[in-house]
C-alpha cells in the first residue's frame, strides 16, 4: 500500500475524497465495492458524476495498493475488491487515524513511494523470446479526442505498474 498516493489521491481528486469520506463513516466493511453502487453512494454529493468517474477512481486506488479493479463480464458487474478494510482506507486517506502496527494495515505505515527505476523491461527477455510475444497493447482513451496505445510486459508487475504510474505523473504540466 502506498500511502502517499492515497493521500495524494484524496487531497487532489474530489470524487475520491467524497467516496473515501463515505468510506471512512460507514458501519461496516465491504469485500467489494460495485460500480454501480459507489455511482449512487456519490451523485448525490456530485450530481454530475459519470462511471467514467467512478472507473477512474477505482483504477486510482488499484495503483495506490488498495485492492483492484475488476472489469465485469458476462453478467458480472465491474467492481472494486479491496485488499484492506475499506473503513480504514477511508480513515487513513483523511488522516482521521494514522495506520496502526497491530493491524491490517501496518503495511500503510512503511510504504513509500518507490524509486523509479529506467531498466529496459525487455531486459528480462532472452534471445530466445519474441519481443511481440513479451508485449500487450493497451489502448486508454485519455481525452474524448485522444486514445493513446501503451505496450507494456504481459507479465507486468504491481510495483512496476505503480513505478510507471509515477513516472507519467511525474510528466503532467501545471494546469
Not at 495503483?63 to 485488499?83: L, M
Amino acid at each position: 500500500m502506498h500511502l502517499t498516493l492515497l493521500r495524494d489521491l484524496y487531497n487532489e481528486n474530489p470524487v475520491a475524497r467524497a467516496f473515501l469520506d463515505h468510506a471512512a463513516s460507514r458501519a461496516y466493511n465491504q469485500r467489494e465495492t460495485k460500480t454501480d453502487r459507489a455511482l449512487a453512494i456519490l451523485r448525490p454529493t456530485i450530481p454530475d458524476i459519470s462511471r467514467g468517474d467512478i472507473v477512474r477512481l477505482f483504477r486510482e486506488l488499484e495503483t495506490a495498493g488498495c485492492g483492484r479493479y475488476i472489469v465485469g463480464r458476462h453478467q458480472h458487474p465491474s467492481r472494486f475488491a479491496w485488499d484492506y478494510p475499506m473503513r480504514d482506507i477511508g480513515q487513513i486517506a483523511s488522516r482521521d487515524r494514522e495506520p496502526d502496527e497491530d493491524d491490517e494495515t501496518a503495511c500503510f505505515a512503511t510504504s513509500t513511494a518507490p524509486d523509479i527505476d529506467t531498466t529496459d523491461a525487455t531486459a528480462r527477455a532472452t534471445d530466445e523470446d519474441d519481443p511481440e510475444d513479451l508485449l500487450r497493447s493497451h489502448a486508454f482513451p485519455l481525452r474524448s479526442d485522444l486514445e493513446l496505445t501503451l505496450s507494456l510486459p504481459r507479465d507486468l508487475t504491481r510495483d512496476e505498474a505503480v513505478r510507471l504510474a509515477f513516472f507519467v505523473r511525474s510528466l503532467a504540466v501545471s494546469e
